[in-house]
């Protein structure tokens, strides 16, 4: 495990090897134990080695990140699964235990997944998803894990592997019509998962397929990537480093932009040797790095980390981009963060920078309607609110109209809010409710010719 040159996945079948767990208590490895039959559990060796502070368990952030906690699940949750371990179950026994409480958590995030995925001759394109005029999602099959898993992510519903180049290259060459008949799109974003879990070879297939078809209108290609926190050498010492940062050069001379949305939680993971040359690797190709993270308890709901976190990414040359709420799923009871703190959280930092870090925004959550940011907590006319407005919108004549809903100490999410001033609904919902209904008979007319 001391050599982090070469890749090596921790889960739950080799975590109790790592020498660091010689110091850790009985409880906290059981408790791994258990939380891990449910929730999906990988971390990896460079987060073990460099990343969490051992002297620190189990209050150290990146082991809260990477680590099953007990209060993921609820008491009845864990003593179900704890019951199950404790007599010995068959693997058939725990199985069913453990399925029906995933079911119960329902992972999957509202809106998400059935709408916007756009229709090509009449056909819905999988992986791929268009909410924003001018940004096309695109979630490569073969990308859809991570390097580590954070503890938070509502994804791992959807962390399944497969497939091929030649599938690689149908797929980019169907996104790259679509490009075509969409003069809007300037950006097309590959996320996951983590796109770079995938060889260079893969990411070349679908770029080189895209910067092929040339379509005029693409102006920027980014990807959505937690690997410089998790695992930097992907970038540098990796066998294939190089014919990635390869990439993103061919890229750049098409007379494009990259950019690398960097996802970050914690100063730390900016910290190491090995994410520095990583940074330095990939601007020395003319990319650009954005910083990304949700606010989330337990890890880092505190401004003097956020503070730092932008104040060094910045001067490491990255721009700090969003600061998002986590999203209402999973096992949020544990890692929530009411609205009201989120916001707080975010004023602290942002005052205490200086203004090149203050290209960040936020804290923003995305929903259903599009990104929401909370502005603030303000008084009209003796009514307490919150102040928000649209960043990104389904309807772009949304965007950045300020609104206002009912202030509530326990708000963490849209669905919590209600509007203020005694109006029945937001100003955004009727017309939601139209697209949404478009969207669904279009998938409906689709499902029944099929
Ligand atoms: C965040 C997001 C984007 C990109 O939005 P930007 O503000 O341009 O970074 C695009 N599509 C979806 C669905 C998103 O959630
Ligand atoms: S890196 Fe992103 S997709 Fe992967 S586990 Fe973390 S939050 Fe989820």
């Given at each position: 495990m001391n050599d982090i040159t070469r890749y090596q996945p921790v889960n739950l079948a080799n975590f109790e090897k790592l020498p660091q767990f010689a110091r850790v208590p009985a409880d906290i490895v059981r408790d791994i134990r258990v939380v891990g039959s449910v929730l999906p559990f990988k971390s990896n060796n460079y987060v073990v080695e460099?990343?969490?502070?051992?002297?620190?368990?189990?209050?150290?952030p990146m082991f809260q990140l990477t680590f099953p906690q007990r209060?993921?699940?609820?008491e009845a949750h864990y003593e179900a699964v704890a019951a199950c371990l404790d007599r010995g179950a068959s693997p058939e026994e725990l199985r069913g235990v453990v399925n029906e409480i995933r079911l119960e958590l329902n992972p999957h995030p509202a809106g998400q997944l059935e709408h916007n995925v756009p229709i090509v001759d009449g056909e819905r394109m999988r992986g791929m998803q268009h909410k924003y005029d001018e940004t096309v999602l695109f979630f490569p099959s073969q990308g859809q894990t991570c390097h580590a898993y954070c503890t938070y992510c509502f994804r791992w519903a959807q962390f399944v592997g497969m497939s091929d180049l030649k599938f690689a290259s149908r797929e980019a060459h169907r996104l790259a019509a679509y490009l075509v008949d969409n003069p809007q799109v300037s950006d097309v974003l590959f996320t996951g998962g983590d796109p770079m879990v995938m060889r260079s070879k893969l990411i070349a297939a679908y770029v080189d397929a895209l910067l092929e078809a040339n379509p005029p209108n693409l102006r920027t290609i980014r990807f959505g990537t937690k690997a410089l926190a998790y695992w930097p050498q992907r970038f540098t010492s990796d066998a294939d480093a190089e014919a990635l940062l390869d990439v993103f050069s061919r890229i750049i001379a098409s007379g494009r932009q990259v950019a690398l949305m960097g996802h970050f939680n914690h100063v730390v993971e900016c910290s190491t040797p090995e994410v520095r040359a990583a940074v330095k690797a990939i601007r020395s190709r003319g990319v650009n790095i954005r910083t990304q993270s949700p606010v989330v308890a337990h890890i880092n709901d505190d401004s003097a980390m956020w503070a730092e976190m932008w104040r060094t990414q910045t001067q490491m040359g990255m721009i700090p981009y969003y600061m998002f709420l986590a999203r209402d799923?999973?096992?949020?009871?544990?890692?929530k963060v009411p609205l009201w703190r989120a916001h707080r959280i975010f004023t602290t930092a942002y005052r205490h920078t200086s203004g090149l870090c203050r290209t960040v925004r936020g804290p923003s959550m995305s929903t259903t309607p599009g990104k929401i940011a909370v502005d603030g907590v303000a008084t009209i006319n003796g009514e307490k609110v919150f102040v928000l407005h649209f960043v990104q919108a389904r309807d772009p004549e949304w965007v950045n109209r300020p609104f206002f809903a009912k202030f509530t100490?326990?708000?963490?999410?849209?669905?919590d809010l209600e509007p203020a001033?005694?109006?029945?609904?937001?100003?955004?919902e009727a017309r939601l409710r139209d697209l949404l209904d478009q969207d669904d008979l279009e998938a409906e007319r689709l499902s029944a010719e099929a």
């Open positions: 460099r990343l969490i502070n051992w002297d620190d368990i189990p209050n150290d209060r993921m699940l609820s799923t999973g096992p949020q009871d544990y890692f100490k326990d708000a963490c999410w849209l669905d001033f005694g109006e029945s609904e937001f100003f955004f």
